[in-house]
């Protein structure tokens, strides 16, 4: 039997149990973030539980949040109705090891060295300034003396009911002697929604989560849209180009990759048994200095258009290599010489593209027709430089340091944050010139199953290190970090000129500065209720 030819037999995952943030994640334009700090002493903290108990009804599960994400795809035309829908809100709970211990005594057996150290020792590993606004003195949130113990996200498609909701569990959190150490809201931006502060359309390439919401053969978790005769595109990608990853990826206890993409391999560890269903959130609070970050591409892209082959290069031009993507989303790989609309914002387009290898038409389930240039073969890094920010992430079909392209699949995580701050009217303003530096950036929240081999790889190992995932290379100028003794923070990459001419781009300006964040366990709805609560 040719196993290509049939869709492999995916979980029926507890969508009851699994919080929503988790499957399919929260993908909301308003969200507000809760840091809290439980209290000491048997009496408060029984108190604490009595708390977490009462509110794990109202936590969003995977079977709200997926249900929420269909009615979405569909959304009404009758006003009543999509009125309801607007004003739906969604919770979500997570705890930090210390609150853990102050709530389960056998969360000391959690094995996660990165979860159990916390953000604040674990950022040094991530390359993090040792001084100035990024440096742990100077963090908004979760530095060090100031670790969250919880954190409560709560979501929605309008503000004023997410304030709402927010401020009252604010109120019946306080009324239960739970500090209250941080409050901040995201939003999407109102002058171009979905695109993050540098202009960016961000969560392109969010893999897809396999698993099913009922016995139903084909209730999909995350809709297939490749007609099924086109295997193996039609059971490895959900849109064209969107990995499917076995849900362990995210969910502890659930079955994790295999060398084969198409198996699953064993369930990922979840000790004690109460961590089943649960999953690692990570939070930091990353302020983006829009204005060094365009002036920056500007004066690089002025002296770059002097040489050979990059003759009439601008800063966007030059800003696309170094994400791999046009603002529009438009990937550099299918229009290497200029933005495109239309591409960057069709699903069925966007992420179809490959790096070592050409890519060709697939038959989408819809009709729809991808007439955009297909990506060409690209190993050595000419049109998508090896350093752009969605290689070092990605690496799609390419092998890397970790062995072949299957590899990718470990380490592939959901982001779930949101821009927060109010967008900069002008892109090439200096700090003098901007009230509001330091209040303008990306609450990243990221869903993973392990924070070592997940985040902590992906920034520390591939896009803080200049000979990796592969060469020819260089660092993530975009957002990773360099702290290697005597080279001054300074991140370099190549890129290529119209006829394969190299040049190295370099710059100590720091333009994501980290202020804050934490480490957190997003436990099952059961455990929340049961084992934390209770």
């Not at 979980?11 to 929260?26: A, W």
């Not at 003195?137 to 979501?155: C, I, N, Q, T, Y």
């Not at 031009?317 to 550099?332: C, I, K």
């Amino acid at each position: 039997m040719n196993k290509t030819n049939y869709p492999p037999l995916e979980p029926v995952l507890p969508m009851r149990e699994i919080q929503g943030i988790v499957v399919p994640g929260f993908l909301k334009p308003h969200q507000t973030l809760v840091g809290v700090r439980f209290p000491l002493g048997s009496k408060a903290i029984l108190n604490v539980k009595k708390f977490l108990a009462r509110i794990a009804d109202d936590v969003s599960t995977a079977e709200q949040t997926l249900l929420d994400r269909r009615r979405h795809r569909n959304m009404p035309r009758d006003p009543q109705q999509s009125s309801e829908f607007t004003s739906e809100v969604m919770l979500a709970v997570a705890v930090s090891y210390s609150g853990l211990c102050k709530l389960a005594p056998d969360a000391s057996l959690m094995s996660s060295e990165a979860f159990r150290a916390g953000l604040v020792t674990r950022s040094r590993l991530l390359g993090d300034p040792h001084d100035g606004p990024g440096s742990l003195p100077s963090w908004v949130v979760g530095g060090p003396g100031k670790e969250l113990d919880g954190l409560f996200v709560v979501a929605g498609n309008n503000r004023i009911k997410v304030s709402e909701r927010a401020k009252g569990l604010v109120r019946e959190a306080t009324s239960t002697s739970i500090e209250i150490l941080y409050c901040e809201d995201g939003d999407v931006r109102s002058d171009f929604p979905g695109r993050e502060h540098f202009g960016f359309n961000d969560g392109v390439s969010q893999p897809g989560i396999r698993g099913r919401a009922s016995n139903k053969v084909d209730d999909y978790i995350t809709p297939r849209h490749i007609v099924s005769n086109q295997a193996p595109a039609a059971y490895l990608f959900g849109y064209p180009g969107q990995d499917l990853v076995w849900p362990g990826v995210l969910v502890l206890g659930q079955p994790g990759p295999s060398p084969d993409p198409l198996f699953p391999g064993l369930p990922t560890s979840a000790l004690p048994n109460w961590t089943t269903n649960g999953s690692f959130l990570v939070f930091r609070r990353l302020v983006q200095d829009v204005g060094l970050f365009w002036r920056t591409m500007r004066r690089i892209a002025q002296d770059l258009s002097k040489k050979l082959g990059f003759e009439g290069i601008d800063d966007t031009w030059l800003a696309a290599r170094l994400v791999g993507r046009w603002q529009s989303g438009a990937p550099v790989n299918r229009v290497p010489n200029g933005d495109n609309l239309d591409l960057g914002h069709s699903h069925y387009a966007n992420n179809h593209f490959r790096f070592d290898s050409d890519c060709g038409k697939l038959e989408i389930v819809s009709g729809y027709k991808d007439n955009f240039p297909m990506s060409v073969a690209d190993p050595a890094g000419m049109t998508c430089p090896w350093a752009a920010h969605i290689r070092k992430l990605n690496t799609r079909d390419s092998g890397s340091d970790t062995g072949g392209r299957d590899s990718t699949y470990l380490r592939r995580l959901l982001r779930v944050g949101v821009p927060f701050g109010p967008p900069l009217d002008d892109p090439y303003a200096r700090r003098n010139q901007d009230t509001n530096f330091c209040k303008r950036g990306l609450l990243f929240l990221s869903i993973q199953a392990s924070i070592e081999d997940q985040f902590e790889f992906l920034v520390a190992r591939w896009m803080g290190d200049p000979s990796r995932p592969k060469m020819p290379g260089g660092h993530d100028i975009l957002t990773g970090q360099n702290d290697a003794l005597g080279e001054n923070r300074v991140r370099r990459c190549v890129i290529f000129g119209a006829d394969a001419q190299q040049a190295e781009v370099s710059t100590d300006a720091q333009w994501i500065i980290p202020t804050g964040g934490g480490y957190f366990f997003v436990p099952s709805i059961s455990a929340l209720r049961d084992v934390l609560g209770g």
